[in-house]
């Protein structure tokens, strides 16, 4: 069958740094509540994540990803209709200030996660089609106009994820050959709206991003936890306390450290060894999926996968980043490592599609080279 011959093809270099990524989230998420019980919910509820992740994803290699392209409507009326789920009464969620998920009573979800593979199909369809198009002002609008509900519904209630939909956009938009001084002419632009976009946001955002211009007043909301956090990664010195060891997790001065803090117990337990290789590990991955990119001949296939890099690259940067007060707080989980069923589920589909479109590119693979 086919389909058996398209698992074979899929990149095993990439699945093995996926599944050494998941071994870690485990570990970590397992050594934060250790002390009382390993197999906590977190833990459960994530190995439960991937195990639908596994499958769902097994279930996307099965269909051709061109089969995407002619459902493109439906997929924006989708991801309009999936954001406005958070404001419907009863059903809506909101955590820390922010009403981005919905209550499903067993679990949550986050439907801004399943929406940035949406928007990754629906602005590769697009630019698929009009990327000859893409020399004038107007036309870089008319991108923008496309994405912009999407971003600013998800911008009212995370900034973060908004972030994420912006870098998917540009990295798109510069692969699909977009003239830098008609960007640059559109990135005025945005810059001069960004007062705008401030004067909107919830004040909760507001002081994510004043406590960011000013880490050292410990009055502003997140700064002591940003200082923890690095008190924590500096902690752990060149090779870290151990598995399982770290006294500031165990304390829980590291906020939220099963998911938007992960790499901070990472950085005490593990050491800057343990932190540089994770780091190296994300590396490869997004270079692996370059390689795959730099191969791929199909113009729409090669749109998606770029989507995906640029949705990882700027999560990855982001989460550590912020863990180190060199970016603002913004609820960015750490890609494969974070606690979190929707994230995983969404990054392992995301995953998927790479494949997906790798497996069926009429160029050699990379898997054929091992």
């Known amino acids: 069958m086919k389909y058996f011959s398209y698992l074979k093809s899929v990149d095993k270099l990439i699945c093995l740094t996926v599944l050494i990524l998941a071994s870690v989230s485990i570990l970590m998420i397992g050594s934060t509540s250790v002390a009382s019980n390993f197999f906590s919910r977190s833990v459960i509820v994530q190995i439960a994540a991937y195990a639908i992740g596994l499958i769902a994803a097994l279930i996307l290699i099965a269909i051709d990803y061109k089969f995407f392209q002619n459902f493109s409507i439906l997929f924006y009326v989708l991801a309009l209709g999936f954001l406005a789920l958070v ?38 369809d697009y630019l698929n089609k009009n990327h000859k198009n893409l020399n004038t002002f107007g036309s870089l609008v008319k991108a923008g106009l496309i994405a912009a509900p999407i971003i600013v519904i998800v911008l009212k209630e995370d900034l973060g994820s908004a972030l994420v939909f912006a870098s998917i956009w540009i990295i798109m938009m510069f692969y699909a050959g977009i003239d830098l001084k008609v960007f640059a002419k559109f990135f005025i632009l945005v810059l001069a709206m960004v007062p705008v976009a401030y004067f909107f946001m919830h004040d909760y955002q507001k002081d994510r ?14 700064n002591y936890q940003v200082w923890q956090s690095k008190v924590a990664i500096g902690s752990g010195g060149i090779f870290g306390k151990g598995l399982f060891n770290g006294t500031l997790k165990d304390t829980d001065f590291i906020p939220v450290q099963t998911s938007d803090f992960i790499f901070s117990v990472i950085g005490e337990e593990l050491g800057l060894v343990g932190g540089v290789a994770i780091i190296a590990l994300f590396g490869f991955l997004l270079v692996r999926m370059m390689r795959i990119l730099h191969k791929c001949d199909d113009f729409y296939g090669a749109l998606i996968i770029s989507g995906v890099i640029g949705m990882l690259t700027f999560q990855i940067f982001e989460n550590i980043a912020m863990t180190m007060g060199l970016m603002p707080v913004t609820g960015i989980t750490l890609p494969f490592l974070s606690y979190g069923g929707s994230s995983i ?12 479109v790798n497996a069926r590119d009429k160029k050699p693979t990379l898997a054929s080279a091992f």
């Open 87 to 124: 404001y419907v009464p009863g059903l809506g969620l909101e955590v820390n200030g922010a009403r981005a998920w919905i209550d499903l009573r067993v679990v949550t979800f986050q439907p801004s996660e399943v929406v940035k593979l949406i928007f990754i199909l629906i602005m590769a």
């Open 209 to 222: 991003l004043e406590a960011f211009l000013h880490p050292n007043n410990f009055s502003l909301p997140g």
């Open 345 to 356: 589920i969404a990054n392992v589909l995301a995953i998927a599609l790479v494949m997906n």
